[in-house]
Structure formats: C-alpha cells, structure tokens
C-alpha cells in the first residue's frame, strides 16, 4: 500500500505495478478499494492497477468536518494519488458514487483522461426527495452509527438473484461497507450537493465503456442507457442478473466486459 497526499488528507492506496494505460477504480458508496479485489485479481497480474480508499474511507484520512467532502474533493484525491504514483494518463473507472466522481475528474483534470469506465452510475443530480432521504441518512448516522445503513444496504441494492447465487455477498459487503461515520456522512453530503453531468456527456472525446447490472435499481439500465447514447462511440453492456454493485455481484461477467474493452481501444 501507498499514501498520498491531498492538503494534509491521507489518501491510501493500491499500485499493482505492470504493463499498459493504468486504470484508476474509484470505489462507490460506503465501500473502500477492496470492493475491486475481483478486477485486480483478474487484471493486476499484467495490467498497472491503481485503487484509491477516497477521504473517509478504507485506510485513508478521515476528516470529521462534512464540508472536507464533494465530489471535486475526492477527484481532487484521485489526482493526487495518481501524481504520487508517477501516472499521467488513466482509464478511470467508476462505480456508482465512483461514477459521480469519475464525472467530476474528467471536468478538471481531462487531460489524465486516457478512457472512462463508468458502471452502475448516473449523470443526473439528486433529485428534491433523494437529497431529503440522503439529510435523514445524514441524521442517523451521527445519532446511532452506520450500523442500520451497513445492514440496510446490501440487500437494499443487489439483485435477488445474485443473492440466490452466492449466500456471501450480503456479509461480504457488510465488511466492505464497514468504514468510519464520518465517512458516511461526508460522502452523503458529496453526493447531495453533486451538479448535474448531463450536458457533460456530448463532449466526452475519450473511448467509453457503460457497464450496468440489469436488476440495478438504484442506477438501472434506462440510466445507462441515456449516457450510452449521448456519449458518441461509446459502448453499452448489461451484466445479466446483476443488480447494483456489478463488479461484485457478477466479477467474471465485469471482467470480460473490462478484457473486451481493452481489446477494442487497443489501451
Ligand atoms: C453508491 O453505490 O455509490 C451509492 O449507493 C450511490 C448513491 O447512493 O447514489
């Protein structure tokens, strides 16, 4: 493990070392970088893998005040991660609130752009009730501890039927969602007050890869779809029976999706 440093915040991470354009994984929500274990297993024997723990999460620094937290902030992380890593240019690939991130890194650091993976993720804001729900969430969590979110979400965003497949994925996102309260409420607040990428989508000029779970709920297929077609050239492929957190839920699939990528970009 490796730590950079983003004005005096910690930021741990992942150098798999190896050949090719590196990818930098940006973990969603309440994950840290072990929710990619699948694809460094999978690609980090040749390919150079960075994997950033964002502020708050993981074993990274843990700033206790909510405004340390946007999404221009923890792409302001992954920068200085690849920086102290030596890397100029990255297919960065996001999941989720990676995804929001991923959004923001390409607004102000496009030229460390070399691809863009975005999977289970959406370009529009929070809409009135989704910011309202994110406060109470907020509430909770400096009340009682994440413990109701650790136990909520796991079932609330995979498929039934990975959950049918493998009885470990619901303890096993238990402990990847196992990260400090303020983490969770910093990261909440992040994604709150995340501007709307939208009118981004037409001037993506790097190669793309949209991945979706096609039980995601929360990021579900129609949103994919809608960045698939206004990000010109970019390529589409729903991972059958997966719901939210794809990478995990159906790691064989993701990668195969990730390999094919790589082929046709020739990265
Ligand atoms: C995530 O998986 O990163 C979050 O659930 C996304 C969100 O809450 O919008």
């Given at each position: 493990m490796a730590r950079a440093d983003n004005g005096g915040v910690g930021i741990n991470y992942l150098d798999t070392g190896g050949e090719g354009t590196p990818f930098v994984f940006i973990h969603g929500f309440p994950?840290?970088?072990?929710?990619?274990e699948p694809q460094v297993n999978a690609l980090g024997g040749s390919r150079r893998l960075i994997v950033p723990d964002l502020r708050?999460?993981?074993?990274s620094d843990v700033p206790e005040?909510?405004?340390?937290?946007s999404v221009d902030s923890f792409a302001d992380d992954v920068k200085a991660v690849l920086d102290d890593a030596g890397v100029d240019k990255a297919i960065v690939c996001g999941l989720s609130m990676g995804g929001y991130i991923t959004f923001a890194f390409l607004r102000k650091y496009?030229?460390?752009?070399?691809a863009l993976v975005l999977a289970d993720t959406r370009a529009e804001p929070d809409p009135p009730e989704a910011k309202e729900k994110r406060t109470g969430q907020q509430e909770q969590v400096s009340k009682d501890g994440p413990g109701g979110l650790i136990e909520a979400l796991p079932n609330a965003l995979t498929s039934d039927r990975s959950r049918a497949k493998n009885e470990n994925l619901v303890p096993q996102l238990k402990q990847l969602m196992d990260n400090p309260g303020a983490g969770f409420i910093g990261a909440l607040e992040a994604m709150k007050n995340r501007p709307d990428s939208s009118d981004d989508l037409a001037g993506v000029d790097v190669p793309t890869l949209i991945v979706v779970g096609e039980?995601?709920?929360?990021?579900p297929p129609d949103a994919a779809r809608t960045m698939h077609e206004a990000i010109g050239g970019s390529q589409m492929v729903v991972i059958p029976e997966?719901?939210?957190f794809s990478n995990l839920e159906s790691s064989d699939e993701f990668n195969r999706a990730l390999e094919a990528f790589l082929t046709d970009t020739n990265l």
């Amino acid at each position: 493990m490796a730590r950079a440093d983003n004005g005096g915040v910690g930021i741990n991470y992942l150098d798999t070392g190896g050949e090719g354009t590196p990818f930098v994984f940006i973990h969603g929500f309440p994950l840290d970088g072990r929710m990619w274990e699948p694809q460094v297993n999978a690609l980090g024997g040749s390919r150079r893998l960075i994997v950033p723990d964002l502020r708050g999460f993981g074993d990274s620094d843990v700033p206790e005040d909510r405004s340390a937290y946007s999404v221009d902030s923890f792409a302001d992380d992954v920068k200085a991660v690849l920086d102290d890593a030596g890397v100029d240019k990255a297919i960065v690939c996001g999941l989720s609130m990676g995804g929001y991130i991923t959004f923001a890194f390409l607004r102000k650091y496009r030229e460390s752009v070399a691809a863009l993976v975005l999977a289970d993720t959406r370009a529009e804001p929070d809409p009135p009730e989704a910011k309202e729900k994110r406060t109470g969430q907020q509430e909770q969590v400096s009340k009682d501890g994440p413990g109701g979110l650790i136990e909520a979400l796991p079932n609330a965003l995979t498929s039934d039927r990975s959950r049918a497949k493998n009885e470990n994925l619901v303890p096993q996102l238990k402990q990847l969602m196992d990260n400090p309260g303020a983490g969770f409420i910093g990261a909440l607040e992040a994604m709150k007050n995340r501007p709307d990428s939208s009118d981004d989508l037409a001037g993506v000029d790097v190669p793309t890869l949209i991945v979706v779970g096609e039980d995601d709920g929360l990021t579900p297929p129609d949103a994919a779809r809608t960045m698939h077609e206004a990000i010109g050239g970019s390529q589409m492929v729903v991972i059958p029976e997966a719901g939210h957190f794809s990478n995990l839920e159906s790691s064989d699939e993701f990668n195969r999706a990730l390999e094919a990528f790589l082929t046709d970009t020739n990265l």
